[in-house]
């Protein structure tokens, strides 16, 4: 998502990751427009118009105040690269096959794991405590 902040002179925009979904496309661009729909930005506080155009990959919000128009642009976008991502998890052997007339032993006994609690998460799907949070291998 990229919208406009500040106002007057300080006006400018910023982009945000409002969520990662695993699925197609076209899943991504319900989920997009559900958000552009609903979105309600700080700016302006008195809205006198509300415009939301379907472009490409995405959507384009403008929003007409009193003075000024705000506008916020929401794109469906593909993650190439993360210079962040947290590191892939262990790759799990692969299972013994036996050979004719053998046994495979069976395997170890794994160690009990720690239930964890389940993850907080906003109406939205998205985690209130990112995942990276408190994380020591991240600087």
């Given amino acids: ?25 076209e899943d991504a661009l319900v989920e997009l427009e559900r ?30 105040g009193a003075w000024q128009s705000f506008s916020t642009r929401f794109t469906v976008a593909e993650l190439l690269d993360d210079s962040a991502a947290p590191p892939p998890p262990p790759a799990e052997a692969e299972p013994e096959v036996p050979e004719p007339g053998g046994t495979v032993p069976p395997p170890p006994p794994s160690p009990p794991s720690p ?25």
């Fill in 1 to 25: 998502m990229e919208t406009t902040v500040g106002v007057g002179e300080r006006k400018h925009a910023e982009a945000y990751v409002l969520a990662h979904l695993e699925g197609t496309r």
């Fill in 35 to 64: 958000r552009a729909r609903n979105h309600t930005p700080e700016h302006p506080r008195s809205p006198k118009r509300r415009r939301l155009f379907r472009e490409g990959d995405g959507f384009l919000l403008v929003i007409d």
């Fill in 115 to 139: 239930s964890s609690p389940p993850v907080e998460r906003y109406a939205d799907g998205v985690p209130v405590r990112p995942s990276w949070l408190g994380r020591t291998d991240v600087q």
